[in-house]
C-alpha cells in the first residue's frame, strides 16, 4: 500500500507508537513518567533519508519534537533526520 504523502527534503513522517506501563521490581511505572524520549515507526520518508531509515523502522525521537498532524484519521508526526535520536533493533 502505497503512502499517500511523500516528505521531501530532510523529512520523516512517523507513526506515534503508545507506550505501556512498564513494571520494575514490582512498581508499576505509567509508560509517560519520567519519558523523554518516545518511539514511532516510520511511515514515510523523503529521498534523501531513504538511505538511513526504511519503512516500518522503530526511531526515537525527543517527546516534545516535530509536528503533528492527522492522517485518514490517525496521528502522525513530521520530524526532520537530524530530530532523531535512534533506530531501535
Known amino acids: 500500500?502505497?503512502?499517500?504523502?511523500?516528505?521531501?527534503?530532510?523529512?520523516?513522517l512517523v507513526k506515534p507508537l503508545i507506550r505501556?506501563?512498564?513494571?520494575?521490581n514490582s512498581i508499576v511505572i505509567p509508560g509517560v513518567a519520567n519519558?523523554?524520549?518516545s518511539r514511532a515507526s516510520v511511515a514515510a520518508i523523503s529521498q534523501d533519508l531513504e538511505k538511513v531509515y526504511s519503512?516500518?523502522?522503530t526511531i526515537l525521537?525527543?517527546?516534545?519534537a516535530g509536528v503533528g498532524q492527522l492522517i485518514s484519521g490517525e496521528p502522525h508526526i513530521?520530524?526532520?533526520g537530524d530530530e532523531i535520536w535512534g533506530i531501535e533493533e
Open 35 to 37: 519519558s523523554e524520549l
Open 78 to 80: 513530521w520530524l526532520r
Open 1 to 12: 500500500m502505497s503512502f499517500p504523502i511523500k516528505p521531501i527534503g530532510n523529512k520523516l
Open 61 to 64: 525521537y525527543p517527546s516534545k
Open 55 to 57: 519503512i516500518s523502522d
Open 20 to 24: 505501556k506501563d512498564e513494571k520494575v
